[in-house]
């Protein structure tokens, strides 16, 4: 609630009342007082506008997260923003559907749908052509149905393809590949039969009960619809990754999956931040961020060295990386763009912002832990911990590349607790520390994050 006063701030001649007791500045020139601040009407406005969102947001979840998200979609990063505070909410986001989706984003069956005008390369005039042919003779069968009723001068290939690639057309055929390799066919197979339904033409087929019924040429189903549809040979659909990548493509966002979430559970053992914490860190804190690397910008320096600004994303929000000549040096090779990744750095505040200083990058495959397995009695026996603490500070090398995390795993009769070690534990090569470890006698071993 904002709380209601009034002050007095006297000037060179006058008194100013101010309404509001609020986070503002106050400055006074040639004797006169400017304010920002709000008065007790905009106040009284607000909390009022305050009060309704939140009671929507209580009561009717699905309804106010679809408005604002479609309130906002022209803008990715509160679309993002707001997608993960769906998912925190139990909210599940479902890709366009060429047979439920509408103009915008829409709750729909305890979920909230995309709607069409998110789709990159789906104009206004093919939306309304899908509509209209939907709300006229119901719902789409198949591709062949759909390219055979909706105006092909609207809705042309490259439209049906964006459709196909977001995951439009799942719900009818999950194989997304084979839906692209027949629609080579099936398009120029619709447009010819537009082409005779515009000269008034009939074709074979659709008196032969092969293509379906005479009324078939009005758009009405028959029994025996499309029957002879050109159909491509069957081929396997495509890799999971690409369909993400293609998905993203087009709609901004993984919707239906994404390539971190996999990786939630496995990667938590690193402490990794989210992109979205990154502002309540500490100057100069060390992190870790599990990522997908979505674009590198390379930059000349005044000098002529190469550096990079990186855009990066995870399950939270998007973000900026900078990545310095010297670290550039090392690791753009690794700078692959669609790939997922650990990133290691620092915090870094300027003019207000907060930005990552890239440090070293890794694959999360590549990605390996030392194990280190205690009983309780070795656990709490100081002498054998300082012994282990002394190992690996021996092993942790060059400092500035030590990123291999060290994991305690302390195994009783009844319970297996992993506890993880200080970043000042890390050790910088895994296999020659497990080695020294095993050489005094500890049980030690390497692990990969996630099984390749």
Same mark, same amino acid.
């Not at 829409?106 to 042919?133: D, E, W």
């Not at 009723?149 to 999950?174: P, Q, W, Y």
């Given at each position: 609630?904002?709380?209601?006063?009034?002050?007095?701030?006297?000037?060179?001649?006058?008194?100013? &009342?101010?309404?509001?007791? *609020?986070?503002? $500045?106050?400055?006074?020139?040639?004797? /006169? #007082?400017?304010?920002?601040? =709000?008065? @007790?009407?905009?106040?009284?406005?607000?909390?009022?506008?305050?009060?309704?969102?939140?009671?929507?947001?209580?009561?009717?979840?699905?309804?106010?997260?679809?408005?604002?998200?479609?309130?906002?979609?022209?803008?990715?990063?509160?679309?993002?923003?707001?997608?993960?505070?769906?998912?925190?909410?139990?909210?599940?986001?479902?890709?366009?559907?060429?047979?439920?989706?509408?103009?915008?984003?829409?709750?729909?069956?305890?979920?909230?749908?995309?709607?069409?005008?998110?789709?990159?390369?789906?104009?206004?005039?093919?939306?309304?052509?899908?509509?209209?042919?939907?709300?006229?003779?119901?719902?789409?069968?198949?591709?062949?149905?759909?390219? &055979?009723?909706?105006?092909? *001068?609207?809705? $042309?290939?490259?439209?049906?393809?964006? /459709? #196909?690639?977001?995951?439009? =057309?799942? @719900?009818?055929?999950?194989?997304?590949?084979?839906?692209?390799?027949?629609?080579?066919?099936?398009?120029?197979?619709?447009?010819?039969?537009?082409?005779?339904?515009?000269?008034?033409?009939?074709?074979?087929?659709?008196?032969?009960?092969?293509?379906?019924?005479?009324?078939?040429?009005?758009?009405?189903?028959?029994?025996?619809?499309?029957?002879?549809?050109?159909?491509?040979?069957?081929?396997?659909?495509?890799?999971?990754?690409?369909?993400?990548?293609?998905?993203?493509?087009?709609?901004?966002?993984?919707?239906?999956?994404?390539?971190?979430?996999?990786?939630?559970?496995?990667?938590?053992?690193?402490?990794?931040?989210?992109?979205?914490?990154?502002?309540?860190?500490?100057?100069?804190?060390?992190?870790?961020?599990?990522?997908?690397?979505?674009?590198?910008?390379?930059?000349?320096? @005044?000098?002529?060295?190469?550096?990079?600004?990186?855009?990066?994303?995870?399950?939270?929000?998007?973000?900026?990386?900078?990545?310095?000549?010297?670290?550039?040096?090392?690791?753009?090779?690794?700078?692959?763009?669609?790939?997922?990744?650990?990133?290691?750095?620092?915090?870094?505040?300027?003019?207000?912002?907060?930005?990552?200083?890239?440090?070293?990058?890794?694959?999360?495959?590549?990605?390996?832990?030392?194990?280190?397995?205690?009983?309780?009695?070795?656990?709490?026996?100081?002498?054998?911990?300082?012994?282990?603490?002394?190992?690996?500070?021996?092993?942790?090398?060059?400092?500035?590349?030590?990123?291999?995390?060290?994991?305690?795993?302390?195994?009783?009769?009844?319970?297996?607790?992993?506890?993880?070690?200080?970043?000042?534990?890390?050790?910088?090569?895994?296999?020659?520390?497990?080695?020294?470890?095993?050489?005094?006698?500890?049980?030690?071993?390497?692990?990969?994050?996630?099984?390749?």
């Amino acid at each position: 609630m904002v709380k209601i006063t009034a002050r007095k701030f006297v000037g060179r001649e006058n008194v100013y &009342d101010i309404g509001v007791e *609020r986070d503002h $500045n106050f400055t006074i020139k040639n004797g /006169l #007082i400017a304010s920002n601040c =709000f008065n @007790k009407s905009h106040s009284t406005a607000y909390g009022y506008v305050t009060y309704q969102t939140a009671y929507l947001k209580a009561n009717y979840p699905l309804e106010y997260m679809a408005a604002l998200l479609t309130a906002n979609s022209g803008d990715t990063d509160k679309v993002q923003k707001y997608i993960n505070n769906c998912v925190n909410m139990g909210i599940t986001i479902d890709p366009p559907d060429i047979n439920r989706s509408g103009l915008d984003f829409t709750p729909a069956a305890g979920k909230i749908l995309f709607g069409f005008t998110a789709v990159r390369n789906v104009g206004q005039n093919a939306i309304a052509s899908i509509l209209s042919a939907r709300d006229e003779d119901g719902e789409f069968q198949t591709l062949a149905d759909f390219c &055979d009723r909706v105006d092909l *001068r609207a809705v $042309n290939r490259r439209t049906v393809e964006s /459709l #196909i690639h977001c995951g439009a =057309f799942d @719900k009818i055929e999950s194989n997304r590949k084979q839906l692209i390799n027949d629609l080579l066919l099936v398009y120029d197979w619709a447009q010819s039969r537009d082409k005779d339904r515009a000269s008034g033409q009939g074709n074979l087929f659709d008196f032969s009960g092969l293509g379906g019924s005479v009324t078939d040429t009005n758009h009405k189903k028959g029994s025996n619809a499309f029957a002879a549809v050109p159909k491509a040979d069957p081929v396997p659909d495509f890799p999971p990754q690409e369909k993400l990548r293609k998905e993203k493509e087009l709609l901004g966002f993984y919707v239906s999956d994404h390539p971190l979430k996999a990786l939630r559970k496995a990667a938590s053992v690193l402490s990794p931040i989210n992109l979205s914490q990154l502002n309540e860190q500490k100057e100069d804190a060390k992190v870790c961020a599990v990522i997908m690397l979505n674009n590198v910008k390379k930059v000349m320096t @005044k000098k002529g060295d190469q550096m990079a600004i990186l855009q990066i994303e995870d399950l939270t929000t998007q973000s900026e990386a900078v990545v310095f000549p010297k670290t550039y040096e090392r690791i753009s090779e690794q700078l692959i763009v669609d790939l997922r990744l650990i990133i290691w750095g620092k915090v870094d505040r300027r003019d207000d912002q907060t930005q990552l200083i890239v440090e070293d990058v890794e694959k999360v495959e590549e990605v390996k832990m030392v194990m280190v397995e205690l009983n309780p009695q070795e656990a709490g026996d100081i002498e054998h911990l300082h012994h282990l603490k002394t190992i690996l500070q021996e092993q942790s090398g060059d400092k500035e590349q030590a990123r291999t995390r060290v994991i305690g795993i302390i195994q009783s009769e009844n319970s297996r607790q992993l506890v993880r070690l200080g970043w000042q534990f890390c050790v910088q090569y895994s296999g020659r520390t497990v080695q020294a470890l095993q050489n005094a006698r500890f049980t030690a071993h390497t692990k990969s994050l996630i099984d390749n």
